[in-house]
């Protein structure tokens, strides 16, 4: 599945911290977000630390323009119109 708090969150410049389920890797690689073994405090809260220590060198411009590149509605759009319509 696709969390689409994750999304919401590197639009507007918040760092993500998530467990590895669903298309979270996906999204979350390339140093656009931490990524957690499920059930695992200790991993959680080194990650936590992480984004604390290491705030001011995410590169939310990177994140917000990945973002809009694949998930914006005009690009769900030309996903169906390809699908669809160009054969």
């Known amino acids: 599945g696709l969390s689409n708090i ?4 590197l639009l507007y410049n918040i760092p993500v ?4 389920v669903g298309d979270n890797s996906i999204i979350l690689n390339e140093g ?3 990524i957690v073994q499920s059930n ?6 080194k990650a936590i630390e992480k984004v604390c220590d290491q705030i ?11 973002i809009k590149s694949y998930f914006s509605p005009e ?3 030309k996903l169906h119109d390809d699908l669809f319509y160009n054969k």
Not at 40 to 45: G, T, W, Y
């Open 56 to 66: 001011n060198n995410y590169d939310f411009i990177k994140s917000q323009d990945y």
């Open 40 to 45: 695992n405090p200790i991993k959680l809260a």
């Open 75 to 77: 690009y769900n759009k």
């Open 32 to 34: 656009r977000g931490e």
């Open 6 to 9: 994750i999304l919401e969150s």
């Open 17 to 20: 911290i998530a467990t590895d």
